[in-house]
């Protein structure tokens, strides 16, 4: 079955600043990698997806690149700001298939 | 649109007795949903598919006999927990797949948290 690695676990930044988070995916049958933000208690949000046809995505600040060579895929947050803060989960699956989540990333930004 | 509902969003049950959590989708069809359970400061973690009239397809070590799942019309699907433990104790969250529109994007219910005392 695939299995999804992400890193870090948890990510301090300043406000303004950028944050990174990287996922790596074992299945080269996924072809969906979405990333979600996850307030508790709150269901998962999707805040961008990207397929295996595309390399790159970007929706205002945030953006996910795609290597499906390497198998690994990231998220890029640029301005961070405080309401960024929240755990954010990446996953990897597609079709009829369920999604393989990552561990999660506790993002923390600084004021 | 794109709206999935869940109830309870909220169950205290006695250790033994059964649970039926029910997730829907309100503006779609959905041939296919899935039902996941997250443990506190966990990931989500997949436990079944469930497509529209037929048997779920469970993930590995997640008991079929223990966790019924039917998915008995386009727009519904429940979740039986049977004989609760406290072990079972956890956030389950269905998600649905508009297949017509040919996307991948699954649409998460609110969750249902599920306290077994």
């Known amino acids: 079955g695939e299995n999804v690695e992400q890193h870090p676990s948890t990510l301090s930044v300043q406000e303004g600043d950028s944050a990174v988070i990287k996922c790596t995916y074992s299945d080269s049958a996924s072809n969906y990698f979405p990333w979600y933000k996850q307030e508790l208690g709150k269901r998962p949000q999707l805040i961008i997806d990207?397929?295996?046809?595309?390399g790159e995505k970007k929706d205002q600040r945030i953006a996910v690149t795609l290597n499906k060579t390497a198998k690994h895929f990231s998220l890029h947050i640029t301005e961070t700001q405080p309401e960024d803060s929240a755990v954010y989960f990446c996953?990897?699956?597609?079709?009829?298939?369920?999604?393989?989540f990552g561990k999660g990333t506790h993002l923390i930004i600084q004021p | 649109g794109a709206v999935v509902s869940q109830h309870p969003s909220w169950v205290i049950c006695k250790s033994g007795t059964s649970v039926k959590i029910e997730c829907r989708s309100l503006?779609?069809?959905?041939?296919?949903m899935f039902w996941y359970r997250q443990f506190p400061k966990q990931s989500l973690m997949l436990m079944a598919t469930s497509n529209e009239g037929s048997k779920a397809t469970y993930e590995q070590g997640v008991e079929k006999d223990k966790f019924l799942i039917n998915h008995a019309s386009l727009t519904l699907s429940t979740l039986t927990v049977t004989s609760a433990h406290p072990e079972d104790s956890s956030f389950y969250i269905c998600?649905?797949?508009?297949?017509?529109?040919?996307?991948?994007?699954?649409?998460f219910g609110p969750g249902t948290r599920l306290t077994v005392t």
């Open positions: 503006d779609f069809q959905a041939t296919t």
């Open positions: 998600s649905a797949r508009d297949a017509t529109s040919g996307g991948d994007e699954q649409y």
């Open positions: 996953a990897a699956g597609g079709g009829a298939d369920g999604l393989t």
């Open positions: 990207i397929r295996s046809n595309v």
